[in-house]
């Protein structure tokens, strides 16, 4: 099926460990992002891009990294992971316009 | 800054009843407005996206309009089903980039 795929669904990881979240679509979108998702605070996003080599940062993007690899994948990056960090991530991605924004199932992610 | 606000955070409603979710922003210069359904532990499924050119959306028994100058968009859910539990949630667009700001969502029962 056509659509955003996460990797991994779940993860814990220690203080000080390193992960990276994988993302890729098959809709032949330009358009990718990277939020995250906590009780309370609603959803906010941490990274985007805009196009294939274009990446800027969103509402929250300390402690993170992205990378668009090519037009279907888009990957964040946790260097140094806090307690602070855990959440739900969701990747999405959307045409230009915004039209056919599409999320991901999200990565549950805990640090202890 | 933007802000989306949604009220209330919860609701619950017998089968059957018709369903009004409020969606309130405060800039006017939006881009678009999209709702969004969230089934629990799942990723965000696009419902309705209005421009800022449009006064509403209709899919189904959904109905969407947006008022810019009051800041409001209203979701309307025909004859409700057990199968609309669930929460949703209103994003604005402000401008290009496809940067969506959500509201906190409303949490939707609907009684059989």
């Known amino acids: 099926n056509a659509g955003v795929t996460q990797t991994p669904k779940f993860q814990v990881l220690k203080t000080g460990q390193s992960m990276t979240l994988q993302c890729a679509q098959d809709m032949n979108h330009n358009s990718m992002y990277w939020y995250r998702q906590d009780p309370g605070m609603g959803l906010r996003l941490i990274y985007y891009s805009a196009s294939e080599g274009t990446t800027d940062k969103g509402e929250v993007p300390n402690g993170y990294n992205v990378s668009r690899l090519n037009k279907r994948e888009f990957s964040l990056r946790l260097e140094s992971a806090a307690p602070s960090q855990t959440s739900v991530y969701f990747c999405a991605s959307s045409r230009w316009d915004s039209v056919g924004y599409t999320f991901g199932s999200g990565t549950r992610l805990t640090v202890v | 800054k933007q802000e989306v606000t949604q009220i209330p955070a919860a609701l619950s409603v017998p089968e059957g009843e018709n369903l009004v979710l409020n969606c309130s922003f405060t800039?006017?210069?939006?881009?678009?407005l999209q709702w969004f359904r969230q089934d629990p532990g799942k990723g965000l499924t696009s419902l309705l996206l209005?421009?800022?050119?449009?006064r509403e959306q209709t899919s189904g028994r959904l109905n969407a309009s947006l008022d810019k100058s009051s800041g409001r968009s209203t979701l309307y859910i025909a004859a409700s089903q057990p199968g609309d539990s669930a929460t949703y949630l209103c994003a604005e667009d402000k401008a290009a980039g496809n940067k969506l700001t959500f509201g906190g969502g409303t949490r939707v029962l609907v009684k059989p």
């Open positions: 800039d006017s210069a939006i881009y678009n």
């Open positions: 209005i421009q800022s050119s449009q």
